[in-house]
């Protein structure tokens, strides 16, 4: 089955003429790669800001995303501080990508042209916001954060309740909150 969808024109600009245009590896692939144009060394924990040496001009009405390398992420443990990386429309500087290093034991090292993230292009809608005294009901209402499920059989809300209803004591103290879990949310807060 293929793509009926035209690819979207996007303007691009080498600041640092001998890097690669950014291509796809695969057909079906969402993102391209980016590359980094300076060798670097990340020790352990350690967080730095790598130039790509591109910037790009997005039509209206679209974002690029900087999304971490999952092979990087698995044999490196090397991700993205930030996310996605955002890349509006009206930004025409040069793409620059902020990596961490997660192992705690081995540096990782970067030589310049290595592939350090990807960016996909999506298209983004415009909002207008409405205020109001109060939103419309529905079936999930204002449960967040491990409302379906998950580790320790309850949802991270109930802990939130749970800390309210023991009081300020619970909440400085790190105590166990419900099944017997020490709340994380207890440790940090009035940090």
Do not use: W
């Amino acid at each position: 089955m293929s793509d009926p969808r035209n690819p979207v024109d996007v303007l691009i600009r080498r600041i640092d003429p001998e890097v690669p245009i950014p291509a796809y590896g695969h057909p079906g692939d969402a993102g391209v790669d980016l590359v980094t144009t300076e060798a670097a060394e990340l020790a352990p924990g350690e967080r730095m800001v790598l130039p790509t040496g591109i910037a790009i001009a997005l039509p209206d009405g679209y974002a690029a995303f900087v999304h971490p390398r999952s092979g990087l992420a698995a044999r490196c443990g090397v991700s993205m501080v930030n996310t996605p990386g955002t890349v509006d429309a009206g930004y025409r500087g040069e793409i620059k990508v902020i990596l961490v290093n997660l192992d705690p034991r081995e540096s990782v090292r970067f030589e310049r042209f290595d592939r350090i993230a990807q960016l996909v292009v999506q298209q983004v809608e415009k909002v207008r916001f409405h205020e109001v005294a109060e939103l419309p009901g529905s079936a999930r209402a204002a449960r967040g954060f491990g409302s379906t499920g998950g580790h320790a059989g309850g949802g991270a809300s109930d802990v939130v309740q749970a800390m309210g209803a023991a009081g300020p004591a619970a909440r400085t103290t790190g105590s166990t909150i419900g099944k017997g879990y020490a709340s994380v949310a207890a440790d940090r807060e009035g940090q």
